[in-house]
């Protein structure tokens, strides 16, 4: 199969998943990688130009990349996962909204453009936690214990777009991330960013079946095939905290194997998208689908993987 990796330079020097696209060149099967933040692209003719299989983001909020896989999906290519799901996630407001007219135990969301309309919340809803709503790997999340600390931290959010704030949920300061790879779940915990003195050792858990069940759950309703959720175990149960796309697989045992199998499964045979009432569809690949060659001729003069190399 041929395939075209999507790799923001947050992410260029990162082992997910260049070593997932690593993995599957030993397969035999053929990888080009992108890097959409730092290169010139004719798009409204490369998209359409070749024949590759599926489209593989990783990708930062915000990034050139998911206007990349956008292109790519408008003219049919399959991506991974579906574009519309990614979008459905990346807004972290978008997200709760979602999450909770699905059912899903997401906390009550306040969305402002500017930090000082949070002074709006209820003093009671205090402690929040205020973060951007396009944030990613943790990027500006701070907890506000009360209204007062609110105009201390409040000026250092400015600028960061729209910011959502959500009530705190006492916790014991440990993390639990779980991921799905391709319908596996798998449990990890670490030290919380908000409680970093925990000094939790990142590890992989038992997953509890309630929390099973809900990220199941996650995956049905943004349509998601490989994802990872954030999740808290509160007083009055789990709360989904936060959902990501195509996320590190820390700890998942032999994660790049499975994250190789599970790209190869979906760009066979399409990837899941959420439809109304809870449903899933599947989006299969387009036989007469396009994809991207470099501008010059050469088909790895942009790409950081040929056949078979790194470089």
């Given amino acids: 199969m041929r395939l075209c990796f999507l790799v923001e330079e947050h992410y260029r020097h990162d082992g997910m998943p260049l070593d997932v696209a690593r993995q599957l060149t030993a397969w035999g099967h053929r990888v080009d990688v992108l890097r959409p933040g730092d290169s010139l692209l004719a798009i409204s003719e490369e998209v359409r130009a070749g024949s590759h299989d599926a489209w593989v983001l990783k990708t930062v909020s915000g990034g050139p990349g998911l206007t990349l896989l956008e292109s790519a999906a408008a003219v049919g290519l399959t991506t991974v996962n579906d574009v519309r799901s990614i ?25 402002a453009a500017r930090w000082e ?24 999340v701070r907890l506000v214990r009360s209204p007062d600390q609110l105009l201390e931290v409040g000026p250092e959010l400015a600028g960061e777009g729209l910011l959502i704030a959500q009530p705190y949920v006492p916790n014991s300061g440990t993390d639990l991330k779980v991921y799905c790879v391709d319908g596996e779940l798998f449990a990890t915990e670490r030290s919380s960013p908000l409680h970093p003195g925990q000094g939790v050792r990142e590890r992989q858990v038992p997953l509890p079946g309630s929390v099973a069940r809900i990220v199941a759950q996650v995956g049905e309703v943004f349509g998601l095939d490989l994802y990872g959720v954030d999740v808290l175990l509160g007083p009055d149960g789990p709360v989904v905290v936060d959902v990501n796309d195509f996320p590190s697989f820390r700890q998942v045992p032999d994660a790049v194997a499975r994250v190789a199998r599970a790209v190869l499964r979906l760009a066979r045979s399409g990837t899941a998208v959420s439809v109304p009432g809870g449903r899933t569809a599947a989006l299969v690949p387009d036989g007469a689908a396009a994809a991207l060659v470099s501008a010059g001729g050469d088909p790895y003069g942009q790409l950081g993987l040929g056949e078979g190399e790194l470089r």
Avoid: F, H, N, Q
Avoid at 89 to 103: E, F, H, P, Q, S
């Fill in 87 to 111: 979008r459905g996630v990346r807004d972290k407001a978008l997200a709760a909204v979602i999450g909770r007219t699905r059912g899903l135990p997401v906390p009550v969301t306040y969305a």
């Fill in 117 to 140: 309309r949070l002074a709006e919340v209820p003093a009671a809803e205090y402690p929040l936690v205020v973060k951007p709503a396009d944030g990613s790997s943790g990027r500006a």
